[in-house]
């Protein structure tokens, strides 16, 4: 056991180096050390994977006596991991990486235009590559499942289609009814200077504790949180001068992926459990934050007076029309921009398209024309250009297929876990104080202290006693836009 943690531990350096070129290639780097600094990464990257699958681990794996039930964890996740990329062979790997780099450069020059004709090819490619790729590490019922486990461990697609049909109608209801109401003014139509914005972002942090010894608040085009090393969880955010809903949602969503991140127990920290327990439960995380805590009408009362004191022409606007504001729901184009309520519309769309690309079921060249024909019969919007359709995110242009459903679990876990933090906490009266240490608790005892021992179907059934259900997301959300928009929704 000894041995097996101490590989793990030397392992981890590199994996932690990574992090660090990647998180400077986003913030500071200077523009055109991006190709070399690709090639470091890949390089670096690549000799982690060989380290990963290296016969020593798989000895060390398979002779390691654990002594409890957190070395059994480790023992089993670890072994998990070592014999699903055992198989791929390093050359495919690489190949998928070279690829996707290669096409998310290009999809990056082609995404102002809408130009999907020069992303098809490569595209093309990349999708032949990863259905091998999905092949070799081997599925139930359909090759998409492959993908889906690399983000959250055991879940399949068909358990995810139930559940989004019952968020889609749902979803329907909720937006006929709030569009048949008359339209508010939006107290956030204004500029606010980058400054203000900045001055309140770090106050926001320091309100929610955010621990600066072990972080840092920097700017990125896309605002992301990177786990670099032990003690040291950065986040990013951006500064839309028109809107400063958007720098002010981003940071906090962050503050909850970095808050699960360094609350993890230090002992666990390099070995295969020291990690959130899937992408969706991260997400669950920073959902939590941003929209459960954040967009609350208790969390407005508690920022009000410093918001008001950084930002004073907002004064002639009351904490409930504030409120209000960061709440309305309306159909719109993009994801990271759409409002809680149609958020999982966006998801149901590209986790359709993915699904039938990766089981041979779409080609490349349909997925514009399939995209805007799901878009308006979701959404209801008839798409202008792939801009603002399916070139808007990085995700499969960057090789990432089964990443997307994640987001709309995370949203779907995080109001499980809200149902059940209210069983034992006055919720309104402790965001309002912003007693916010007696909420850490609760997800730290429950959540953030497991890291990644057990797989997500166990932990959210663990936590609340229920398999994963879209029925406390529904009831999250009939209750509070009841409020927001004084009807029954
Ligand atoms: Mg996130």
């Known amino acids: 056991m000894k041995e097996l943690k101490e590989y793990y531990k030397r392992a981890d350096k590199y994996s932690s180096a990574v992090s660090l070129l990647y998180w400077d290639m986003q913030t500071y780097m200077p523009k055109d050390a991006g190709h070399y600094r690709a090639e470091v990464i890949s390089e670096i990257g690549t000799y982690f994977f060989k380290i990963m699958v290296d016969d020593i681990l798989g000895r060390l794996l398979e ?6 039930e957190i070395e059994e964890k480790i023992v089993s996740v ?29 999809w990056e020059v082609a995404k102002p235009n809408g130009d999907f004709g020069e992303v098809m090819s490569l595209l093309e490619k990349l999708i032949e590559l990863t259905r091998r790729y999905a092949d070799i590490l081997g599925y139930e019922d359909e090759r998409y499942n492959a993908l889906l486990d690399l983000y959250e461990p055991g879940m399949k697609a068909k358990e995810i289609e139930q559940i989004f049909s019952n968020v889609k109608i749902f979803t329907l209801k909720v937006l006929e009814k709030v569009e048949s109401l008359p339209k508010f003014e939006d107290p956030f139509d204004r500029e606010i200077s980058v400054d203000k914005q900045k001055e309140f972002n770090n106050w926001l942090l320091h309100y929610l504790k955010y621990d600066f010894n072990k972080g840092r608040l920097d700017v990125s085009t896309h605002p992301f949180t990177n786990p670099i090393g032990l003690n040291d969880v950065r986040i990013t955010t951006r500064y839309i001068v028109n809107d400063i809903r958007n720098s002010i949602y981003s940071t906090i969503h962050e503050f909850g992926h970095a808050l699960y991140a360094l609350s993890i127990p230090t002992e666990f920290y390099g070995l295969p459990i020291g990690s959130s327990a899937s992408y969706g439960f991260d997400e669950s995380q920073s959902r939590f934050w941003e929209n459960i805590v954040g ?8 920022i009000y007076g410093k918001f008001v004191e950084v930002i004073p022409e907002m004064k002639e606007y009351t904490v409930e029309e504030l409120w209000r504001a960061v709440n309305r729901v309306q159909r719109s184009y993009i994801r990271t921009e759409a409002d809680e309520v149609t958020y999982n519309l966006h ?7 993915e699904r039938a690309l990766i089981n041979g079921e779409l080609s490349v060249k349909d997925i514009p024309d399939r995209w805007n024909e799901l878009f308006k019969k979701y959404v209801g919007l008839e798409v202008p250009n792939n801009t603002l359709g399916c070139m808007q995110d990085p995700h499969w242009y960057g090789g990432n297929f089964g990443y997307f459903p994640t987001y709309a679990l995370g949203n779907l876990y995080a109001a499980q876990i809200y149902e059940k933090l209210k069983e034992t906490i ?8 912003g007693d916010f240490e007696i909420i850490k608790e609760f997800l730290r005892e429950k959540i953030h202290s497991k890291g990644k021992m057990y797989e997500p179907a166990e932990l959210i059934k663990l936590i609340t006693g229920e398999p994963l259900s879209h029925e406390p997301f529904v009831k999250y959300i009939k209750e509070k836009y009841s409020k927001v928009y004084g009807l029954e929704i």
């Not at 998990?80 to 690829?99: A, C, G, N, S």
């Not at 006055?426 to 104080?433: A, E, I, K, L, P």
């Open 295 to 302: 967009r609350s009408l208790a969390f407005w009362e508690g």
């Open 347 to 353: 998801i149901i769309i590209r986790f359709e398209i």
């Open 426 to 433: 006055d919720f309104d009266n402790t965001v309002r104080n």
């Open 78 to 106: 670890g072994k998990r991991e070592y014999y699903k990329y055992k198989k791929v062979p390093p050359d495919l790997f690489q190949e998928i990486m070279i690829t996707s780099t290669m096409l998310e450069q290009k």
């Open 63 to 68: 002779t390691a006596q654990p002594q409890n």
